[in-house]
């Protein structure tokens, strides 16, 4: 079975020890600093995860080498705010201006698998705090299935789409495996993350 | 007289300095991997902004210590492993509590202690209180800013979360463990935009010369410094 890799940022959070447990310690994961991208052969994953950590300039000069990676069956799980484009079809991070605890209430638009089972309610509130989740949105590309969005504006803050043969799953917040400490239903995102990526046919 | 700030290539260092709120107010911008010598040649006080690649800084360090030790300020945020490249710096982790102000009575443990300090004409006492991850022990000489007691599960005998310090070095090293540019740049968190708001101006009028000096005598909280030997 291929494994899944993840870009390590060189930040205190982004430890592999710290990291692998949010993921679950499934001993999936390869941990590779980005700046060593040009010497991995992407096609030997099952999938990348890109944290919200990373530096996008950099990686925004691998997007044709990411692409390639998607076309020919990868998958790509990214987090955070789009500011450099290193996946061709993302444009820009629009963020919330002014917003209230309405204007961050997620909403599910269509059901997702690494969602299953997940209340919107505790992607919306964490200790009653709502924010966490999404404060912003990105415009879809055409052919994505929008999975969140969040409040009456409607922004899109999680979506899903295929290029050639693979797919790219995209959360526009900060990084999924942080639900990996989880205690409530959003405890499932970690796990069914990676059913998703292995029931892959 | 030139203020410059490191850029991480994140969503977050790309907002916060490139966003319309900050971008007037940086004189230079250098992406941390085309760091050079020359590239800060002019330059008076550099921000090494929070969460900046560690492996990079301690890969620049040798130029980042040459241009402190040349007279220069150097700004060092939180989350930069700052203890491993940074003179002087000893650090002390702690869990964050991120909800500290959603406990019953929540009081902020933080302790201005040099309300006299340029920073403060800037920056509201109560706009440097956040979570934070952990404590620094400020070198014998430099002046505490901003302190917080011992951890009550005993892990440090308190420290420093901001401190100014003009004696371990040829220049002046201002050391924090705030991280404001990942939370202003992610939208999140608005007592970090009311930070950079004053604290970037702070940093701009210091790199032109406009702060005054500190003029009261310098002291340190014996406590929270090195012993002596």
Do not use: C
Request: charged letters at 20%; proline letters at 6%.
């Amino acid at each position: 079975m291929k494994r899944a890799l993840f870009l390590m940022y060189g930040q205190p959070e982004g430890g592999m020890t710290n990291v692998d447990r949010q993921l679950g310690n499934t001993g999936l994961v390869d941990f590779a600093d980005l700046y060593e991208l040009d010497a991995l052969a992407l096609p030997d994953y099952a999938a990348v995860f890109v944290s919200m950590h990373v530096d996008q300039r950099y990686l925004a000069t691998h997007a044709d080498m990411i692409d390639r990676y998607l076309r020919q069956g990868g998958t790509v799980v990214a987090n955070g705010h789009i500011a450099y484009p290193f996946l061709r079809d993302l444009t820009a991070f629009t963020p919330l201006r002014d917003y209230n605890v309405d204007d961050l209430r997620v909403k599910r638009q269509t059901p997702h698998p690494v969602w299953d089972g997940v209340a919107e309610l505790e992607l919306t509130f964490r200790r009653g705090v709502a924010g966490f989740y999404g404060r912003g949105g990105h415009q879809p590309p055409a052919g994505a299935t929008v999975v969140h969005t969040i409040g009456a504006r409607g922004l899109t803050v999680d979506f899903a789409y295929p290029v050639g043969r693979g797919r790219v799953l995209f959360h526009g917040g900060n990084d999924l495996w942080q639900f990996g400490n989880a205690k409530d239903t959003t405890a499932r995102i970690v796990p069914q993350l990676f059913e998703w990526i292995y029931a892959k046919g | 007289m030139t203020l410059a700030v490191l850029d991480g290539g994140t969503y977050y260092h790309h907002e916060t300095i490139n966003g319309e709120r900050y971008r007037h107010l940086f004189d230079r911008v250098m992406y941390v991997r085309e760091l050079t010598p020359e590239s800060l040649a002019g330059v008076s006080v550099l921000i090494v902004p929070d969460r900046i690649n560690a492996n990079l800084l301690r890969q620049h360090a040798a130029m980042l210590i040459d241009f402190v030790q040349a007279g220069h300020t150097l700004i060092v945020l939180g989350e930069n492993e700052a203890e491993t490249w940074v003179p002087g710096v000893k650090w002390s982790p702690r869990p964050t509590n991120f909800w500290w102000w959603l406990e019953k009575d929540a009081q902020p443990t933080q302790q201005l202690v040099r309300p006299e300090h340029d920073l403060f004409r800037h920056v509201p006492f109560q706009d440097t209180i956040w979570h934070f991850h952990g404590v620094l022990t400020v070198p014998r000489g430099a002046d505490a800013l901003i302190v917080v007691p011992p951890d009550p599960e005993g892990r440090d005998g308190g420290g420093a979360l901001l401190y100014d310090d003009r004696v371990t070095t040829r220049g002046r090293l201002i050391v924090s463990t705030l991280d404001p540019f990942y939370h202003h740049g992610s939208n999140f968190m608005p007592a970090t935009t009311r930070f950079l708001d004053g604290f970037l101006v702070w940093a701009r009028d210091t790199a032109n010369g406009a702060n005054a000096k500190l003029d009261s005598p310098r002291r340190s909280i014996e406590r929270l410094t090195e012993p002596s030997n």
